[in-house]
């Protein structure tokens, strides 16, 4: 008798919190708390936009983009080998690595993104001398200068943005993007320091 007793009160508590849902105003707030709006953006990165040749100084980075060199080398698909001269200063007290991976990326001005791509550091371990493979460090209160990369990139494409990452000593730092806008005339033949 007594466990009927305790199932009667459960199945009343039940029901009167079941009914007591149901009636609640609809102007009620709701029970789940709401994300800001700003939590469930994705904070875009500030855009720095330099010329070639020139610096940008952000993160204890200071970044400058020499040229773009075409190696005259080809993918199977007929894309070009195309690498990066690079300098870049480290203002911090601590070393940090940078890879083309994490830290570059073209982007086409219809928004397409070229990543860095294995085979043309393959090709240039084994055929240039003054090409500098993933990963290389940036000294602390140091330079880098040397050629890095590279991108397979269709043969019509002269013009694209060579987006680069400032990171520092943190890989996951992507907040700021230095962009620096190419055109044909900063494209350049490999020049005898790359070719070894």
Sequence with gaps: ????????????????????????????P?????????????????EIN????EEADKNDTVFKLNSVIDSGAKSDDGERY????????????????????NNFYLLTDDGKEIGFNIKTQIYATNNFKGYTPNPFEIPANGEFTGYIGGFCVPEEQNN?????????????DKSNVIKV????????????DFLG
């Design 1 to 28: 008798m007594k466990k009927f007793k305790c199932s009667a009160f459960l199945c009343a508590v039940l029901l009167s919190a079941c009914s007591l849902a149901g009636c609640a105003d609809s102007s009620d």
């Design 30 to 46: 709701p029970l789940i708390p709401k994300t800001s709006s700003s939590e469930s953006e994705v904070q875009q990165p500030q």
């Design 50 to 53: 330099v010329a070639v040749d």
């Design 82 to 101: 195309l690498y990066l001269n690079v300098t870049i200063k480290n203002t911090s007290d601590s070393k940090y690595e940078l890879n083309a991976l």
């Design 160 to 172: 694209f943005t060579v987006c680069f990452y400032p990171t520092g000593t943190d890989d996951n």
């Design 181 to 192: 806008p190419v055109t044909i005339a900063n494209i350049v033949s490999a020049p005898a």
